[in-house]
């Protein structure tokens, strides 16, 4: 166990060194005060971009090893730093900091309540494995035969045999390079590695607001986010929509920031988890369209067309290369959860209007119950509506409103076309996926309130 | 009046934000012990298997199958109630399912005649027409066969 422990240590080093070489080639680390505030993100983001990698070279038949993904962090190094030589320093805006002791008091029990949650997830994560159906029906599965098999291999047996053959590799490619780091397929170690980007995805999601949401509202805002139970449930499941949802929502974040501040950096940052999400779970593409739509909405696309266009183009490219590899392999998917063509026959659809009314009457008491996402959705369209109330930051207001909607709407449409029975297919995902909304709205809660309570101080 | 109702609104969010925060510490404690306890006194093979035994599998068969079927080889699962008995259908539907977790680096292959080795959980091998260069016995009504080409 200890020397599986170095190796996931040496793993997550190599997702520090990658994600830092990144940030420093958009600009944002430059010296080592900065490098130590975007530590959590660079953890992160060299995890995201690492995914995608490591899963690009599986799709072109690559093995898998590690010397193979040590290459690909000096690859993603090499970019970071010839783009760090053209592009210009643009430090962060500072963290915003508390001047009374009221807001100090209150900063410091949100980040308690955050310490106590990891205390308790870390705890969690020590006594979990393999426990959930589709995690050794299929995940865990396909990450073995990565590890084992070298690639993703379409013979008997070997990954395509199993489940879902069409999920696309992100979330069993990166177990699989756990396994390689630990040079041992122990699935009993792989808890600790999710909590260890559990903690840097939280840790990113406070560098990415710390400029912008005030320690008094960002830090509980975050204790409650690690305290909601769906994403407590995720931590160290295996399941693929733990990395969708933590991929989904930093992607959110940094789109909510570019439309606040038009930052190429933020746009950058938002495209690489899009590609990443794309890559870890089919729903992903329903989640990038849903926030690509409301940036073309709102974020005056007239004006920044390029940083659109990067944003359209990387998850687009993502969900090409993933298509291209299994139409070229002829994968045969027997049990397909939904025909994305259906969704334009009409008369499909008309006949099934009895799957849209029982999803509408089930996702919506998921997506609102506290006992699974807390007050997660209804505080921020709370949030949205006071915002357009006061007229204020309206174009923020109405993205954090679309994409919560169109993502809901999303997941209704897919039971709507899908094809497993639509109870059985309720009960054995509506909470899953209603915590990619929730955890959405989780996301932008703290900059919403911190625009609300901005609003209380102007007029 | 507008920066009031504003304060107001945020007041109140605040507060439902902060108040389902401490209402969900407790729970949050508890289900950390919940899990921690479920896994109390287990090694980390029983830990391995914990899933398996969920359904009511015979998991320390599949111990013993992977300890036989040499890693690589293609290997079909076939179930049934011969001379065993099963808590639910569900344990047999589960039993091939499991099988392709635990026993990888061999290959699960759904057609018994494409595979090298049969593992039966409670099934019939002489109903498969297939020889065999011999058959294990993991216990009673769990046997592990080689095929014979």
Redesign the interface.
Known sequence: VIHESFGLLGLNVGFVVAGMALLAGLGLVRDWRAALRWLPLALVLGWAATGMAVSVTLMAGIGLSALLVIVLWGLLAGIGLVLAQVVPARPAPPLLRERTLAGRAIAGAGAL?LV??FW??C??A????????D???FW??KA??IA??GGLDT????FT??PHADYPPFTPAMEAVSFKFMAA?D??MLPIQHWVLAVGFIGALATLLGGRVRPAVLW??L??LA?I?TF?NFVGSGLGEEPLVELFALAVVAAALWLLDPEPRTAALCAIFLAAGVLAKNEGAMLAAALLLMLIATGRPHRHPVALAAMIAAPALAFASWRIWLSANDVAVVDRDFRLQDIFDFSYLGDRTDRLRIALGTLPRDLFD?QYL??SAP?TL??VA?LL??RRQVRLALFSLGTVVLAFFGYALIYWIGLPEIHFYLDSSAIRLMTDVGLTAAVL?PLL?SE??A??RR? | M??R???A??GV??S???G??I???P???R???R??D??AGLG?LD??L???R?FDLETETYVSAAQVIP?GA?YAVITGTHGITVSSQLSLFKAP??A??WL??????ADPH?ADWIYSYGGDLSSLGLKYKRVIVLKPGWEVAEVAR
């Open positions: 309540v106590f949650s308790e997830l705890r969690r020590l006594a979990s494995g393999p426990f959930d159906n995690v050794w029906a865990l599965p073995k035969t084992y098999f013979h008997l047996g070997g045999s199993y397929v699935p009993l509980p805002s204790a409650m305290l139970p407590d506290p807390l007050l505080l709370a949030l006071v109330f006061v809660f309130l609300a309570l609003a209380t007029e | 507008r920066r109702v504003v304060l609104a945020c969010l605040i439902a934000a902060v389902v925060s209402w969900r510490i729970d949050a404690a289900d950390a012990q899990n921690v479920a896994v980390r830990r391995a914990a899933a398996g969920e890693p293609t399912v499991f392709g977790y990888l680096p061999r290959r699960l292959v494409q």
